[in-house]
């Protein structure tokens, strides 16, 4: 089994920054992938990036390319997703997920056997 837990979530300015975090606790060395989803009110649960867990590769959707970026500090098993130039449309609870499938489709949450709680983020106009 794998815990993750979030935290860093907030209420934030358009154009402001925030970094979330997400902390790993467990069986971590069977993962393959962690990644960040978020889901808005009314909206899917979308994904946002992702990166694999033994190596610096990562993943991102196009619509926060080059705003957010995400890392790994490997001595304490944490995911930071660093974002910048927030967007009101960047609002949503944001979802750690992990999963330990090889080759997976990274966007495609039910690949994601692991989840945290959720923290949620505001973005102001």
């Known amino acids: 089994q794998v815990q993750l837990v979030e935290s860093g979530g907030g209420l934030v300015q358009a154009g402001g920054s925030l970094r979330l975090s997400c902390a790993a606790s467990?069986?971590?060395?069977?993962?393959?992938?962690l990644g960040w989803f978020r889901q808005a009110p009314g909206k899917e649960r979308e994904f946002v990036a992702g990166?694999?867990?033994?190596?610096?590769?990562?993943y991102y959707q196009d619509s926060v390319k080059g705003r957010f970026t995400i890392a790994r500090d490997n001595a304490e098993d944490i995911v930071y997703l660093q974002m910048n130039s927030l967007k009101p449309e960047d609002t949503a609870v944001y979802y750690c997920?992990?999963?330990?499938?090889?080759?997976?489709?990274?966007?495609?949450?039910?690949?994601?056997?692991?989840w945290g709680q959720g923290t949620q983020l505001t973005v102001s106009s």
């Open positions: 467990g069986r971590t060395f069977g993962l393959y992938v």
């Open positions: 997920a992990a999963s330990e499938i090889y080759g997976l489709t990274w966007s495609r949450a039910d690949n994601y056997g692991y």
């Open positions: 990166i694999r867990w033994s190596t610096t590769i990562t």
